[in-house]
C-alpha cells in the first residue's frame, strides 16, 4: 500500500517555472514506477511523464520535453517534477501516481495503482 500526497502547485506566468513534489509512505516505494499525469477542464487524464524505480530511466509527453525533469529519491521517497517554461496550455491539476505491477515506464494512466490527491497549476498568459 502506498499513499502520495502532491504538494508545489500554484500560480504563475507563462515562462515561468514550478516545481512539484509527491511525498509516498509505504515500505516498497522503491520498487514501484512512478509517474505524472495531468488532467485539465473536460479533458482526460493526460501523460506527463514517469521514472523507473532506480531512476535511471525516464519518459516524457512529447509536448514536456524539453521543459520537465522528474526524478526521485528512494531515501526520502520522493518524485519531483521540475516544470520550467510553463505555457498557458499546461494549466490543469497534476497528479502523482505509482504503478506497483510493471517494470516498464507506461503512459496509460490503468495501469497506475495509486494515485495522489492532485494538485493544481495554472500558468496566466
Known amino acids: 500500500q502506498v499513499q502520495l500526497v502532491e504538494s508545489g502547485g500554484g500560480l504563475v506566468q507563462a515562462g515561468g517555472s514550478l516545481r512539484l513534489s509527491c511525498a509516498a509512505s509505504?515500505?516498497?516505494?522503491?520498487?514501484?514506477?512512478m509517474g505524472w499525469f495531468r488532467q485539465a477542464p473536460g479533458k482526460e487524464h493526460e501523460f506527463v511523464a514517469a521514472?523507473?524505480?532506480?531512476?535511471?530511466?525516464?519518459d516524457y509527453a512529447d509536448f514536456v520535453k524539453d521543459r520537465f525533469t522528474i526524478s526521485r529519491d528512494n531515501v526520502k521517497n520522493t518524485v519531483t517534477l521540475q516544470m520550467n517554461s510553463l505555457k498557458p496550455e499546461d494549466t490543469a491539476v497534476y497528479y502523482c501516481a505509482a504503478d506497483s505491477g510493471s517494470y516498464y515506464l507506461s503512459r496509460n494512466h490503468n495501469e497506475y495503482d495509486y494515485w495522489g490527491q492532485g494538485t493544481q497549476v495554472t500558468v496566466s498568459s
Open positions: 509505504g515500505r516498497t516505494f522503491s520498487g514501484y514506477v
Open positions: 521514472i523507473s524505480w532506480s531512476g535511471s530511466n525516464t
